[in-house]
């Protein structure tokens, strides 16, 4: 029986041994009430990671995104975004619900934008425009293929943004990702940043939570918008307590997922595999029939995911080894025919 070697999501994790020991010791309190302290502790210490001056705690990173928008925009406005971004594949129009915002695609370079064409794409004030009031950036971008958007560019968008009148909101989902590859402080990427989102059950491996980062002043309306989308959660610090052990324990061991997604990469490209060299946790390999192969493999005991007809999605994290790798590339050496 072929080791089973699930690749569909870095999502997939399960809480390590002593992750789930900081679960059962953290300190809990109604946070509703402020009272958690682990929550309180975890907020904090995201907020001094990303250079700002709070943090919110919420269940999930579609919330945190949700959440950025609704405080940075009025009903009516238009948020800019690269055309592969969150948001706007998947989660589930909520933009439009919840914020009553439309929302103006700029297509990038596998998911990274040019701070020129941003700048194209804010219109002139006009009576028959949706008035642009935020650009939203994704970093790493997820459908772009865990790809990172410079420091540098972070500052040049942020920097277009600004000049135009706009606000900036990151979707770091995955930003510790694209700390680890270039070796910047996550700091960095988030300087001109007016709001930040932030996930926990990505590649650090929590079972649940995600953060809106930004100034007091946007957090306490952020806290607000959480409590009216049913997001104020009691004795959360059960789940914070894995987001803080993560933060300190799961940044810097990414640099594996990195590493074993290349050599799955280079492996498949000697197979005669054609994907795009990967610049974090993420492969996208191009083939004729992507939902075919994806069931092929499954067979084989290798789970991915086909995001388009022609596109599979390999991920690694913290769940796969350097022998799941292998194994992973020996099947797809035995579906290649
Ligand atoms: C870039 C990006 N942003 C936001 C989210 C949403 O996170 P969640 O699944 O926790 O709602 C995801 C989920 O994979 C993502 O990839």
């Known amino acids: 029986m072929p080791l089973t070697v699930d690749l569909r999501s870095d999502t997939l994790t399960r809480p390590t041994p002593e992750m789930r020991a900081a679960m059962f010791a953290a300190e809990l309190g109604d946070d509703v009430f402020g009272e958690d302290p682990t929550v309180n502790l975890l907020e904090a210490k995201v907020a001094a990671l990303l250079g700002k001056e709070a943090g919110l705690f919420v269940p999930s990173g579609t ?11 009025q009903p009516g406005d238009e948020v800019i975004l690269e055309s592969g971004a969150h948001p706007f594949h998947y989660e589930a129009g909520g933009a439009a619900v919840i914020s009553g915002v439309t929302l103006r695609l700029v297509p990038g370079n596998r998911g990274v934008l040019d701070p020129d064409m941003v700048r194209d794409a804010v219109r002139p004030p006009n009576v028959h425009h949706a008035p642009a009031r935020l650009l939203s950036v994704e970093n790493t971008a997820n459908r772009g293929g865990g790809t990172v958007t410079p420091v540098a560019t972070c500052a040049a968008l942020t920097e277009v943004a600004h000049q135009a009148g706009l606000l900036a909101h990151l979707d770091g989902a995955r930003l510790w990702n694209a700390t680890v590859a270039v070796g910047a402080p996550p700091s960095a990427f988030t300087a001109g940043f007016d709001v930040v989102s932030v996930c926990f059950s990505k590649g650090l491996g929590a079972p649940v939570g995600s953060a809106v980062v930004g100034s007091a002043r946007l957090i306490e309306h952020a806290r607000r918008v959480r409590k009216m989308l049913g997001g104020g959660m009691r004795q959360a610090g059960v789940l914070a307590g894995a987001c803080v052990y993560a933060l300190d324990h799961h940044i810097g061991r990414l640099a594996e997922d990195h590493r074993r997604a290349r050599t799955l990469w280079e492996g498949l490209t000697e197979l005669g595999f054609s994907a795009s060299a990967p610049e974090t946790n993420m492969i996208y390999v191009e083939v004729p029939d992507a939902p075919k192969l994806a ?24 769940d796969v080894d350097d022998a799941q790798i292998a194994a992973a590339i020996a099947a797809f050496g035995r579906v290649r025919g």
């Open 295 to 318: 069931s092929r493999l499954g067979q084989e005991g290798v789970r991915a995911i086909a995001l388009a007809w022609a596109r599979l999605r390999l991920v690694t994290h913290l």
């Open 63 to 73: 919330m945190a995104n949700q959440i950025a928008i609704r405080c940075t925009t």
